[in-house]
């Protein structure tokens, strides 16, 4: 974690915005960060992002949760992706709307499907209002949604009045080549409210993130109770961070932690493709944190963790990801955060703990 | 604003908390802030602060906002005090619950008219959910509860299941006598969730506030989806907040602020008394940052705002701070931004916005 470039950061804050960075903060958030963001964005999907299509959050997860307060009423249907980010389970669970399960393969989201299932709810009386998706690295799968996917999916969200509260969180993680188009850019007007972060770019605890949207949903959220209230969130580490960024220290670490989570990456596929041979798949993930392991027909995850706990080795069962109880069979395993000694021995960890647990042929 | 302070507060906390710091926070917020909090509330109020009754908070504003969030039902109703702070009802707005005024003479709230209120809601089948209120120094009349009323309030809360939000923001900007304890300190448990802030004792830049409440509500608060998805809310603020308190720099800006504002409000209650004589009237704030001031009765203050506009003064009428569109006759004067000459000037010119829209005799 950057803490000297955040040192340098914040002095070079204070020094440069004074007293300016403890008053109330512009609603959006700081002109210099909004900037730089459509600046870097340009640089990532090519499109512009205008200057009222942008506002600066405190991470997606707050982001998320204004979202579902300004633009849902109660009773609301709010599709989920599966598997998708277990917590944004819970944001939404925190709210009165009906979480639904959107349909899905092991491509990601069946947008034919979907359609079917929007028509469905509709005649059952239900307004279906939104759409949280991770089509981007998705968490846990690591896979990208296909460019064919993602058309389908924003004409019918266009079609349906659907708002899709697009989480982008890991597009700067891409290892292997450059993260396709957010939804938001290629959705028309309207249909998309994109969620970005510096939370796995520069540091979690900054709570610190950004969102594209319409001008109209833009608009909405910067005059809201909170933000007329309260002024933009998070302004002093806003400014902070505006700082780190005209410094040049955000793409230096972005740079660093591609290269180190790309080797961190190859060294768990390596040790799980020595340590659990056979009948184990998982997707290689281009971008993000995680391996999304699929065990053998009738292996319950769950039940996997406790055994793998005792031997030493941990990770999230897959049932999380799911609304629905689905997943028993799979887990997510996170390698950002470890050396690749230590990766490479708790993939041999793991390869024992399934072995204790597999019953004599 | 104490620049100086928090650059060496960041610097120093970056040195201290390290890489601890840019991870996610502990949910209740960083233990070191925590401790100091409990402490300071104790010099302030006497009574304890048990360590699972208090978290950090992103400020008022969204304090208020996640507790409706998490503590309310779609069609609940709020009762509202009044007048009260303007734009707590705009965050009140964002939220599928009714809104309703909790009946008050010039002394604050009336408790035995609201019992009856709360009773006839009941009969309508209208769930009464919660209560704001800035019961001390309150916006905008600068009047503090008396204490009967406020053991009136919290009984009839607890008795009625009614959830105070108490807006507990001015507490440090005592300028006569210390304030009285909070709601939530006379209260049974579970009946007041208080919330405290930075904003208006360090910087409303900063975003940080906290929240103390019975465990019940707080373990609930922790273990919201926002807060388990993103950890503490603001976590790089806080820390850097928890330095500046320990090197003992908050208590050196209360005092410097409370001296200040205390020489501002009295610099402005004396130019109205010499440029506005007659029958204007208003409270003396012994706290806070206002003045509210009421005009001869068929005198409406959003029609001299124009006027005084022209004239180089502005204030908020007090229609703002009502919902049913009383307060016509009032107006919110805030004396903290300007100097002493500033305010006798503004209230010159106030005086003659006054005269130029009386009629003659």
Redesign the interface.
Known sequence: ???EA??RA??AA??GF????????VNAGPPLLLNWLRKRLVELEGGEVASDQIIVT?????AL?LLI??FT???DVVLVESPTYH??????????VELVTAPADEDGIDVERLAALVQQLNREGKRVRALYIVPTFNNPTGLSLSDERRRQLVELAATEGILILEDDVYRELAYDAPAPPSLWQMAPEGAVARMGSF?KT??????LGFLTASRQIVARIVD???L??????????A??VAALCEIGDYTLQVERLRATYRSRRDALLGALQERLPGEYRWPTPAGCFFVWLRLPAGMDSSRLLDVACANGVAFVPGRRFYLDGNGASHMRLAFTLYTEDQLADAAQKLGQAIRLLTPCP
């Open positions: 974690l950057p803490v955040m040192a914040s002095q204070l020094d004074g007293s300016t960075m403890l008053e109330y903060g405190a991470g997606n997860s707050h949760d307060t300004l009423q109660p009773g917590l944004a389970i819970r944001v939404l669970r925190d709210h009165p939370s520069l540091a979690p605890g900054l709570r809201c109770g909170l007329d209230s309260g002024g933009g969130v998070n302004h002093f580490t400014c902070c």
